[in-house]
């Protein structure tokens, strides 16, 4: 029963969620290989240091940094045969990709997965997470993301072959223009230990520039609710719930966040939740341990200027 | 150009989902229903097109039992010039690789050279039937989608595509296949005079066998369970010092 990993590059990092996938993948199978899509062939070096992985798959092409799902779709689907199983962390890059190779292999894909129970049998999450489902596969080759808070994530332990595989990229149907990407030093958001994150309360975007100067005091990443991405006062990518990143960091401190369902489902697995509000009665504060109820300026100048 | 909406009735988003222990199910007994958001932003963007003139025709679809006309109606109420409505005749346990099936088919039917939905249903969270979707079409795709704008010669459309690293610009050959993000728009209300004036649109019924698709489930729920945000002990903090000490002792810091 052999398992393909899509792996997903940050640059030339493999990102979180792969390992993530990785070990989810050895709870399955005992002969898993990598596939990475990528325009540089170096990068097969940093899959092949991965634990746990007998072969690299590697398909380079110029092309292939921004290359459209329908492309990279029927590349992943050629490379699946003969695999059981097709796993790739939870994100945006996965998510676009695997249902469409569903599309083109067949499969029902099952999305988010949290917890492994048998060859065909997993949990994934239903309404935000409010429901856990245990859904049970019937298709031959089983496509699957995982959620990368419910796996380790995997190391760097292992010394994988490498096999580049010389495919004819097919012609695209959309061409990449721009990516805005978002420039931060700070801890990535998936992975960080400690999130501050900032909600409507805040007011604006130059009051946000308080969550983010307490975040590098603490080290941590910045993390927001909708209302606060919505109004303008952070970029997307910094959105954790239901339709955003999902979260489990050690310390998750939210400031001026009420707590709508679809928020809290991005972070209630996290180990310890602070909130900082106004208002004692917002959803938010029962999930908390410790709830400092207060006028959240005050409170964000107080902790940027005591010492820790 | 004809544009093609395929729309969700969901559990009313701001409704705790409950589980019925006895059908190991959600239970959707005389619960409030709503659609599903994101096909509301849907069918705000194919209105938006269509007002702009670029679209001849806007078509909502909606695929489920009899009381998914309800959703529909809701759809032609805000604009949509009509509806097709695909009855299951009982509450099937449909997965999006049927639903990608069913909707290439009528896309196909109606020539329609674009299909907005949503990026995902807030019940099943699942995020896929549009990708299968473009996949079974072979048609370009782009999920996840914070802006839309048509070229001026309505062969392609340039997308805003909110990914994990950022906002990523393409430009798509049409057909093509959009899914909806949450910052694409704002939904308009339906007016009282547009809810009277969508009970005399054209509602299309076809009936799921007419299909030829196997309906089996491929992947089948065998229970659920509530594992809502669980309240905490919440303990009182009333200064920075104090809260920097409680986390230290909780070693998170």
Redesign the interface.
């Known amino acids: 029963m052999s398992a393909l990993i899509l792996i997903e590059l940050?640059g030339s990092e493999v990102s979180s969620n792969s390992r993530a996938a990785i070990t989810a993948a050895t709870q399955l199978s005992d002969a898993i290989d990598a596939l990475v899509l990528t325009d540089d062939s170096a990068n097969a070096a940093s899959v092949a240091s991965l634990s746990n992985i007998n072969t690299v798959k590697i398909i380079a092409d110029s092309n292939l940094e921004?290359i459209?799902?329908?492309v990279a779709?029927k590349l992943v689907a050629e490379v699946m045969a003969g695999y059981k199983y097709l796993i790739s962390g939870s994100?945006?890059?996965s998510?676009?990709?695997?249902?469409?190779?569903?599309?083109?292999l067949?499969?029902?894909?099952?999305?988010?997965v949290c917890e492994i129970k048998s060859n065909n049998?997993f949990v994934r999450?239903?309404?935000?997470?409010?429901?856990?489902?245990?859904?049970?596969?019937?298709?031959d080759t089983i496509l699957m993301t995982v959620r990368a808070t419910a796996f380790e994530h995997s190391g760097d332990e292992g010394s994988a072959a490498i096999e580049e595989l010389s495919l004819p990229i097919p012609e695209q149907?959309?061409?990449?223009?721009?990516?805005?990407?978002?420039q931060s030093e700070r801890p990535e958001l998936t992975t960080a230990?400690?999130i501050v994150s900032g909600g409507r309360g805040l007011g604006s975007k130059e009051n946000f520039a308080l969550i983010e100067q307490l975040a590098d005091k603490?080290d941590a990443a910045v993390g927001a609710s909708?209302a606060a991405?919505?109004a303008g006062f952070i970029?997307?990518?910094y959105q954790v719930g239901?339709?955003g990143?999902v979260v489990a960091p050690?310390?998750y401190l939210a400031v001026g966040i009420s707590g709508a369902?679809?928020h809290?489902?991005g972070m209630?697995d996290s180990?310890?939740?602070?909130?900082i509000n106004n208002d004692p009665d917002a959803?938010m504060?029962?999930?908390?341990?410790?709830?400092?109820?207060?006028d959240l300026f005050g409170?964000l100048q107080?902790?940027n200027?005591?010492s820790? | 150009m004809k544009i093609i909406i395929p729309i969700k009735r969901v559990l009313d988003p701001y409704t705790q989902a409950r589980v019925n222990k006895q059908t190991q199910l959600v239970d959707l007994t005389n619960a409030k229903m709503a659609m599903n958001p994101f096909c509301e932003i849907a069918v705000e963007e194919a209105l938006k097109i269509k007002e702009s003139g670029a679209a001849s025709e806007t078509i909502a679809v909606s695929i489920g039992s009899e009381k998914t006309i309800d959703t529909l109606r809701t759809a032609l109420a805000m604009g949509v010039d009509r509806a097709i409505f695909v009855n299951t005749e009982s509450n099937l346990d449909l997965q999006p690789l049927h639903l990608g099936k069913i909707l290439a088919n009528i896309v196909k039917r109606e020539e329609a050279q674009l299909v907005i939905m949503g990026k995902q249903a807030v019940d099943n969270d699942n995020n896929q039937t549009g990708q299968i979707l473009s996949g079974l079409l072979d048609y370009s795709l782009g999920t996840f989608i914070s802006k839309f704008q048509l070229s001026d010669d309505g062969k392609s459309a340039e997308v805003c595509r909110e990914i994990d690293s950022g906002i990523e610009t393409r430009l798509l050959n049409l057909p093509a296949i959009v899914t909806v993000d949450l910052r694409l728009n704002e939904p308009r209300y339906a007016s009282l005079p547009n809810i009277m004036k969508a009970r005399s649109k054209p509602l299309e019924t076809i009936a799921i066998s007419s299909f030829d698709i196997d309906i089996r489930p491929r992947v089948k729920v065998i229970s659920v369970e509530e594992s809502g945000s669980k309240d905490r002990a919440s303990k009182q903090i009333q200064s920075a010092e104090e809260l920097f000490f409680e986390l230290s002792h909780l070693g998170v810091l």
């Not at chain 1, 998510?95 to 083109?104: D, F, M, Q, R, S």
């Not at chain 1, 999450?125 to 298709?139: C, F, H, K, Q, R």
């Not at chain 1, 149907?173 to 978002?182: G, P, V």
């Open positions: 940050n921004h459209s799902v329908g779709s994100s945006t890059y998510k676009n990709i695997l249902p469409t190779v569903g599309a083109l067949d499969v029902q894909p099952i999305s988010d049998t999450p239903l309404y935000a997470g409010n429901i856990m489902a245990t859904v049970e596969s019937s298709d149907k959309s061409n990449f223009i721009s990516l805005q990407e978002s230990d400690r603490l909708r991405v919505d970029s997307n990518d239901q339709t990143k050690k310390l369902i679809q809290l489902a209630k180990q310890v939740i602070v909130v959803p504060a029962r999930m908390a341990d410790l709830v400092w109820e207060t409170a107080e902790l200027e005591h820790l």
